[in-house]
């Protein structure tokens, strides 16, 4: 919740001191910069050292630097370059850290608790994004950004007190890598996706939604303006409606977790998440579009926990940080498909394709739903190549 407040009130605080939409994009993205390579020398650490001193470590670490930031914010020191410089600092830790995070979830839970305790930790993972925004617009009126940024350092201290709190047994896993000696053992969580075909295939379809089907979520706010004509208000409306999808695709997934057709499971999710974009595209009704964006956030929802439950089961503990670690890179390229995505629709905001008979783009309206509809195409086409080539990830159980 901390975090998400953050998010919002950096941006807030480079506008009020820029007034420029390019440095609060660039601010914005610098966080996922890191994101692109760090993360698998976390996964490399997480499976290297008890993974519970790794999380203090980096916990304690973004406690410090988020503190230090809040007393720029609470000083009015501030400037906009300080917020690229903490951004860049926060997501090389978070890279660290986050690989240890799901390397641990899979270690303290049984195989059979697995599939409930990731859609749990997606369902920590996903509320706050909607509610951390909404809580900071309001504390902002009421104590200010300094207060409210002090705050926010003050949540990130509870997580790490939660951490040193933890109860593990790191003995688990400091046999397993005696056991097994490699010579190059940076790489071996390449070499076990590249021999896993299922773990290459759900990686692969991950990279597919991160760089072009996610692009409706970050378009909301031209839809509810441009295109339903509801302002702010109906904004909110179709935000919390995508919340509660989330929440209930989270629960579908733990009352399917004896389910045995997994593999099967996760085409079918990934074909109505298909269906739905493409639906939500096209729709000019506000009340379709609330019941879309519902099912958008449940199929969403729905199709990373199962990709990431088939991940951490199809993973060897010994190996679970450096694999896992594919998945906060998959993270960190979000940003990089929502310049690509909001590219796209700027292009066709001012231009017009002609495909045959059919014409994209053309204004704002038509710029942003067409874009939306290509995204949705090609995560599409892509999920049904890979499953169609790797017939192991239709077959998984």
Request: proline share 3%.
């Amino acid at each position: 919740m901390a975090r998400q407040m953050r998010v919002f009130l950096r941006a807030w605080i480079v506008w009020e001191i820029s007034k420029s939409p390019f440095l609060l994009g660039f601010v914005t993205s610098s966080l996922a910069w890191p994101m692109l390579f760090m993360p698998f020398v976390g996964g490399f650490l997480a499976d290297k050292v008890d993974r519970k001193k790794l999380l203090k470590y980096t916990e304690v670490s973004l406690t410090i630097l988020w503190a230090i930031v809040a007393s720029l914010v609470y000083f009015e020191i501030i400037e906009w370059w300080h917020f690229v410089v903490s951004s860049v600092m926060s997501g090389i830790i978070q890279s660290i850290g986050r690989p240890g995070h799901q390397a641990i979830l899979g270690s303290i839970v049984t195989k059979k608790q697995l599939p409930n305790a990731v859609a749990l930790d997606n369902i920590a993972e996903t509320w706050p994004r909607v509610a951390g925004p909404a809580l900071g617009g309001l504390l902002i009126a009421i104590i200010g950004t300094g207060w409210l940024f002090i705050l926010t350092s003050i949540g990130q201290l509870f997580t790490a007190i939660t951490i040193f709190l933890l109860k593990w047994d790191p003995e688990e896993q400091k046999l397993k890598q005696d056991s097994k000696k490699t010579k190059y053992p940076f790489f071996e969580g390449f070499k076990h996706v590249w021999r896993e075909k299922v773990l290459l295939g759900l990686i692969a379809i991950g990279f597919a939604f991160a760089m072009v089907g996610s692009a409706a979520m970050f378009l909301l706010p031209i839809f509810a303006d441009a295109i339903l004509g509801v302002g702010a208000s109906g904004l909110g409306y179709i935000m919390t409606a995508s919340t509660i999808g989330t929440s209930i695709g989270a629960l579908i997934v733990v009352m399917l977790s004896e389910f045995k057709y997994r593999g099967y499971l996760l085409f079918f999710v990934a074909m109505a998440n298909t269906i739905v974009i493409l639906a939500f595209s096209r729709s000019e009704i506000f009340m379709l579009s609330l019941i879309l964006v519902f099912f958008m956030g449940m199929s969403q929802m729905m199709f990373r926990s199962m990709r990431m439950i088939a991940m951490q089961i199809l993973t060897p503990n010994e190996l679970r940080g450096r694999v896992l670690s594919f998945e906060t890179t998959v993270q960190g390229t979000t940003w990089i498909g929502t310049l690509i995505m909001g590219s796209i629709a700027e292009y066709l905001t001012h231009n017009k394709i002609y495909i045959g008979t059919i014409t994209l783009g053309g204004n704002a309206m038509n710029g942003a739903a067409d874009a939306v509809l290509i995204g949705g195409i090609l995560y599409g086409a892509i999920s049904i190549i890979f499953f169609g080539i790797f017939g192991s990830m239709r077959r998984f159980r």
